[in-house]
């Protein structure tokens, strides 16, 4: 069992940045694959990055390429997203999710935290 708990959200300004952190408790943290989703309001949730056990492979969406990088830490049993020149359309409730037996980016993933809301203003 894993839980989740997404931090760093906030109100930022278009151009601007923030990094979200995402903390794990359990002692096999570094045996999940982990993965940053976001849902924005009156939208279905969608796949923004994911990282494999060992950090080695990385994978983003096609939105976010070139601005948002994943990385984690296993020793702190956390993941983080650095999110630079953020957009208005950027604004969602960011989820982080861990999976015990990863198959693809996408998912599927079997843990999911409670989110953390970004919001961009123009």
């Known amino acids: 069992q894993v839980q989740l708990v997404e931090s760093g959200g906030g109100l930022v300004q278009a151009g601007g940045s923030l990094r979200l952190s995402c903390a794990a408790s359990g002692r096999t943290f570094s045996s999940y694959a982990t993965a940053w989703f976001r849902q924005a309001l009156g939208k279905e949730r969608e796949f923004v990055a994911a990282?494999?056990?060992?950090?080695?492979?990385?994978y983003y969406a096609d939105s976010v390429k070139g601005r948002f990088t994943i990385s984690r830490h296993n020793a702190k049993n956390t993941v983080y997203l650095q999110m630079n020149n953020l957009k208005p359309e950027d604004t969602a409730v960011y989820y982080c999710?861990?999976?015990?037996?990863?198959?693809?980016?996408?998912?599927?993933?079997?843990?999911w935290g409670q989110g953390t809301q970004v919001t961009v203003s123009s």
């Open positions: 999710a861990a999976a015990a037996n990863y198959l693809y980016p996408t998912g599927p993933y079997d843990y």
């Open positions: 990282i494999r056990r060992s950090g080695g492979s990385t």
